[in-house]
């Protein structure tokens, strides 16, 4: 059930983030947003509605030194 004030309505959306560090230096990353591809509106306003973005992705590394 959705709870909706002034026809914009509430949601819940799911992110997953990992990371794992190989060392003091160097570690990954990595993580799914919005894991069940949740449709929802980053932004409603007079000028119009702005969906947010879909399921997505992103991996990364560090390195400090």
């Known amino acids: ?5 002034r026809d914009s309505c509430s949601y819940s959306v799911y ?7 190989f ?3 160097l570690s990954v990353n990595g993580a799914i947003n919005n894991i069940f591809d ?3 509106y980053t932004r409603v306003n007079n000028t119009g509605i702005l969906p947010a973005m879909g ?11």
Not at 15 to 21: G, I, N, R
């Open 38 to 40: 949740s449709e929802y």
């Open 15 to 21: 992110d997953l983030l990992a990371e794992y560090s």
């Open 1 to 5: 059930r959705q709870m909706c004030i």
């Open 23 to 25: 060392s003091k230096s």
């Open 55 to 65: 399921r997505n992705y992103y991996a990364g590394v560090t390195y400090r030194f």
